[in-house]
DNA sequence: GCACTGACGCGGG
DNA sequence: TCCCGCGCCAGTG
């Protein structure tokens, strides 16, 4: 196992991944990178833009299907225009716009989560 | 080194 | 199922 690792790179490499149509979480990004711990740390990269650009950064929603309140996007709305433009359905609640994880949200299955760990240690990172 | 912060998540009630 | 409390941990000043 490497044991240095460049977390931004993983989470850069997973968010990359992530299914146009289909919504992820932070903590699944954060799982993928062998980090399950650092759903956080997905959440701060996105926002101060450390994972560079190409970083479809809407589809990252929280453990609850719930769109980000931050101010990270052009627009209040981008995030949700973004996701709709996907065919993605976002619904209005009190808690905010969210996303319907069960059907929207990205079911990995067990080859991809290995499929990303031979990627990182190809890469060394 | 310390304290505080935050696009977060889980487990118990 | 829904809250709520607490744990988490890299960054930042």
């Known amino acids: ?31 993928l990178c062998g980090k399950p711990r650092n759903a956080r740390q997905v959440g701060y990269a996105l926002n101060r833009g450390r994972l560079g650009s190409g970083i479809p950064a809407h589809r990252i929603v929280n453990s609850r299907g719930i769109l980000s309140g931050a101010a990270a996007f052009e627009t209040d709305d981008m995030q949700r225009r973004l996701l709709e433009s996907e065919g993605i359905t976002v619904e209005y609640t009190e808690d905010g716009w969210r996303v319907d994880l069960k059907r929207d949200g990205w079911h990995n299955t067990m080859d991809e989560a290995l499929r990303f760990r031979e990627i990182f240690e190809e890469q060394k990172i």
């Open 1 to 31: 196992m490497s044991e240095y690792y460049d977390f931004y790179k993983r989470a850069a490499i997973v968010c990359r991944a992530v299914p146009y149509g289909k919504a992820a979480t932070y903590g699944q990004i954060a799982l």
